[in-house]
């Protein structure tokens, strides 16, 4: 593991009252994307990440990943708030927005920048493929600029994108749901954008931050992201902290076995809305994909909080994992 970078005093306080929230006990989140409504898959992670943080006593909070505005629905957050709040899927605290954050993503940026994590890159869109998009095909970088002279300023009109100077080694996180979350960063990761030529803040930087500063001590999201981790568990080595424990859970797949998309036009909420579906029905629906319930179940999520309660305490107090051992019985069907 690399030494943490040195860090400016307030950064460095205010990433560190992050660590002190994250020993206060389990503090979960929900990040989704508002470029559009949560379709079933969306809104079954948000009930499963919800329900761990319950079941475990803990905090979940609620975080808007829209640094990429161009991708951002006008009302999508909107909608967002208000389906989760007719599920019973209720946050603590007020939502945050990544769009809100970018002083502190900078500061970071600068500050892995002057101890030498970072490498200006020249290289097109167009040469290579983009490996800072969330749920792309994860390409590694040949480092064609690694070794170069840095060119920091405006070249034929553009800026530098920011690379991540990885180094040698395996990366490694905690799982509770999916395969080992070990890595070889070289072979597997690369030195990954942590700022665009355009001046986007990447996903990698943003999100490593945001779990490091919001105290958050377990991710609950898609498997689509598990190839994520390894990038933003390196930005956490950086600066000094361990990873948060990671539970990437089944995505929901159509009957041709293809995940569900917004960009495909999902169905979200509305649609079952306008089919006579009532909360109860879209609880019990989303529970009874994942058989935490059987099928055909109608019930508010406090009664399905309840019902696995019964089964066993919440991961965060010792207790059996009732989650895991639902996730896994799943798995085999």
């Not at 860090?7 to 306080?13: G, I």
């Not at 990885?166 to 070289?186: H, K, N, Y």
């Not at 030195?191 to 779990?211: C, K, N, P, Q, S």
């Not at 424990?245 to 999902?266: A, F, I, M």
């Amino acid at each position: 593991m690399p030494l943490p970078l040195p860090l400016p005093d307030h950064l460095r306080s205010r990433l560190q009252r992050g660590q002190a929230l994250r020993a206060g006990g389990y503090r979960g989140r929900y990040a989704p994307s508002p470029s559009g409504v949560l379709h079933r898959g969306n809104l079954r992670t948000a009930l499963l990440s919800w329900l761990d943080a319950r079941l475990a006593g803990g905090e979940w909070l609620l975080r808007f990943d829209d640094l990429d505005t161009p991708r951002v629905v006008p009302g999508a957050d909107t909608q967002i708030l208000a389906d989760l709040h007719w599920l019973g899927l209720h946050w603590d605290g007020s939502p945050l927005r990544q769009s809100e954050r970018r002083g502190l993503y900078s500061s970071v940026l600068s500050a892995l920048r002057r101890g030498g994590a970072l490498y200006p890159c020249r290289c097109s869109r167009r040469l290579l493929a983009d490996v800072s998009a969330p749920h792309g095909t994860l390409n590694v970088y040949p480092g064609l600029c690694r070794s170069q002279p840095p060119r920091w300023g405006v070249e034929a009109g553009r800026l530098p994108s920011w690379r991540l100077r990885l180094g040698a080694g395996a990366l490694r996180w905690s799982e509770r749901f999916v395969a080992e979350g070990v890595v070889d960063g070289p072979a597997a990761v690369g030195d990954v954008v942590l700022r665009r030529a355009d001046g986007f803040i990447a996903y990698h930087l943003a999100t490593a931050v945001d779990e490091l500063e919001m105290g958050i001590s377990d991710v609950v999201r898609g498997v689509d992201l598990w190839s994520a981790t390894a990038a933003q568990v390196a930005v956490l080595q950086l600066l000094g902290a361990v990873p948060p424990r990671y539970g990437h859970v089944p995505l929901w797949c159509d009957g041709q076995g293809r995940r569900l998309s917004k960009r495909d036009g999902s169905d979200g909420l509305a649609a079952a809305r306008r089919q006579g579906a009532d909360a109860a029905t879209v609880i019990g629906e989303l529970a009874a994909s994942l058989a935490l319930v059987p099928a055909g179940s109608r019930l508010s999520t406090q009664e399905l909080l309840g019902e696995l309660r019964g089964r066993g305490a919440g991961a965060g107090d010792g207790g059996a994992d009732v989650l895991a051992i639902a996730l896994a019985a799943a798995a085999q069907t």
